[in-house]
């Protein structure tokens, strides 16, 4: 028998299949079931995983009595994640929401307070967290190898989130134009873009380098495509007391950065008052200089600790041990990164600078 039972939330978000393959390969545990009110979305994972008929339920409620799960996987449309948080905390489910955190700060802070008294977690998951390069870059800069951290640059996208399926499964280019006038990702009520979709990323990873410290200000500049609601392209400059950040963000990269790395590549570089980190999305090494050594040198990263060696791991370890969750996923960092997120969409609305959101 396993040791854990968990479930999959919803397949607006294409992460379910990444998620679900990390469920299927733990040895302590089992898929229990799937939810989502359109069950055709649902047969390509079930296929996939062996999960038999009885485990899929179109009625979230009906889905959690039969299952007793002991962690819920969501991945619904980003509008629809705090009321259905709220609907798996009367429950007392723990809670492992993939990114973005929630359209709005409100939002956000609905889902903390959800949990708050069940005793259960509430973990927000940010792939990027997992890619080792960008972990041993925390590291070498809590070390002060960089001296101190003044500003970060992010650039982060793909080519558009319809372009793959769960696991990656490629779709073409026509089918990517056809989907796109009923898909959520493309509806501003939904909490589409590619601001929503990736700034979160950087904002919450950067709290994270930036060991908590909040930006004073933000300025957002987004395009503006005809014939669509939302944006496909932003940048966002934060200004910190230390110094001035930048966050790009992209749906129509030239590739996606787990095929083959686009230009501008996908990822961080750091900048202290002793040297620079680059860091890139799924590369093995980073690049460091300093003024001891200002010729750029290549560090291997750090292979991902046992327990730390993906998002799902990590949570059942929190869950069977106690300990509380840390970095990016914990809904405070997570927080801090949404008011980043809204500041910035605000801003961008405005045309102006605006001060960081309460």
């Known amino acids: 028998m396993a040791r854990f039972k968990i479930v999959g939330i919803s397949f607006d978000h294409m992460h379910m299949g990444d998620l679900l393959r990390m469920v299927h390969d733990h040895p302590e545990a089992e898929i229990a079931g799937l939810f989502d009110p359109d069950p055709a979305r649902m047969t390509a994972a079930a ?10 339920f179109t009625d979230l409620d009906a889905c959690i009595v039969a299952t007793k799960p002991d962690l819920a ?6 509008a629809d994640h ?3 948080t709220a609907r798996l905390a009367a429950h007392s489910v723990n809670v492992f929401v993939e990114k973005p955190f929630a359209a709005s700060v409100a939002d956000a802070r609905a889902m903390i307070a959800a949990m708050q008294p069940t005793g259960k977690l509430l973990a927000i998951n940010w792939p990027l967290a997992w890619v080792a390069s960008h972990v041993t870059a925390k590291r070498l800069i809590d070390e002060g190898r960089i001296g101190q951290l003044t500003d970060l640059h992010f650039y982060g996208g793909n080519r558009g989130p319809l372009y793959h399926l769960a696991d990656k499964i490629e779709v073409s280019p026509e089918e990517v134009e056809r989907q796109k006038p009923t898909s959520w990702w493309y509806k501003r009520a939904s909490g589409g873009g590619s601001l929503l979709d990736y700034l979160g990323y950087g904002a919450t990873l950067g709290t994270w380098y930036m060991n908590g410290e909040a930006p004073i200000e933000v300025t957002a500049v987004t395009d503006d495509t005809p014939g669509l609601e939302v944006d496909q392209h932003a940048i966002t400059i934060c200004r910190y007391a230390r110094g001035l950040s930048r966050m790009e963000t992209r749906w129509g990269t030239f590739t996606d950065p787990w095929t083959i790395q686009p ?47 993906n998002a799902i791991e990590y949570v059942l370890h929190c869950i069977a041990t106690g300990e509380a969750l840390s970095g990016p996923l914990d809904p405070a960092v997570s927080l801090l990164g949404q008011r980043i997120v809204d500041t910035a969409a605000q801003s961008a609305r405005e045309k102006r600078t605006l001060p960081l959101l309460p």
């Not at 296929?47 to 899929?56: E, K």
């Open 47 to 56: 296929a996939t995983f062996g999960v038999p008929h009885d485990r899929l």
């Open 73 to 78: 996987i969501l991945c619904a449309a980003t």
């Open 82 to 84: 705090a009321r259905y």
């Open 263 to 309: 230009q501008p590549k996908c990822g961080f570089v750091f900048v202290g008052t002793e040297g620079t980190i680059g860091s890139y999305d799924y590369e093995g090494q980073l690049t460091i200089q300093t003024r001891a050594k200002p010729e750029p040198t290549a560090i291997p990263a750090d292979p991902l600790p046992q327990g730390r060696t």
